[in-house]
């Protein structure tokens, strides 16, 4: 069976073989309309799934990772996931949320438009997946917070994540 590697970006320092689990009281930090979406998005979420602050979030492709650390910084991990993987949703389903949340407060809109996310085989035109997860392996390590910004500089430059010198390098390795 291979092995699925994939992506995390946290703050927390990890070593190779550790294990990542969620950061629960992630919801506790988000403001106006980010709560709002999680808010929405629990209420619409499959029962047999858990709650998204009860999951470890991955990226499936680097190119997401790396756009999410411009971000918000951290360190880049590559990971293998540990258990059950429970949804793989599209990130982007999630900022249209968001932006239907800063024009209005209908509920009954941002229900429908949160379904879009759960829904197994929908997604956007250039899909950023996020793989929801009971916990995961750090691999190794492949960005830390001090080349950050080496990293904006560079992307700032050609804007493009897959022609920055460290998506060659780190894709390549």
Excluded at 59 to 71: D, N, P, Q, T
Excluded at 96 to 124: C, M, Q, S
Excluded at 144 to 167: G, H
Aim: aromatic share 10%.
């Amino acid at each position: 069976m291979r092995i699925m590697h994939l992506y995390r970006v946290d703050k927390r320092p990890f070593k190779v073989g550790e294990e990542i689990l969620p950061r629960t009281e992630f919801e506790n930090k988000l403001e106006e309309e980010a709560l709002v979406v999680e808010q929405v998005l629990d209420e619409v979420r499959p029962t047999m799934l858990p709650a998204r602050n009860q999951c470890l979030f991955l990226f499936h492709e680097l190119a997401g990772a790396l756009m999410f650390w411009i971000k918000y910084g951290g360190n880049i991990y590559e990971v293998e996931p540990i258990g059950k993987i429970f949804h793989k949703g599209d990130m982007n389903k999630i900022d249209n949320i968001l932006d239907i949340a800063r024009f209005t407060d209908d509920r009954e809109l941002l229900k429908v438009a949160a379904n879009e996310y759960w829904k197994p085989g929908t997604h956007t035109f250039k899909p950023c997946y996020e793989i929801l997860v009971q916990k995961a392996k750090v691999i190794k390590c492949l960005a830390i917070e001090n080349s950050l910004q080496a990293f904006k500089n560079d992307y700032v430059a050609i804007y493009s994540i897959e022609r920055t010198n460290m998506y060659k390098t780190l894709i390549n390795s």
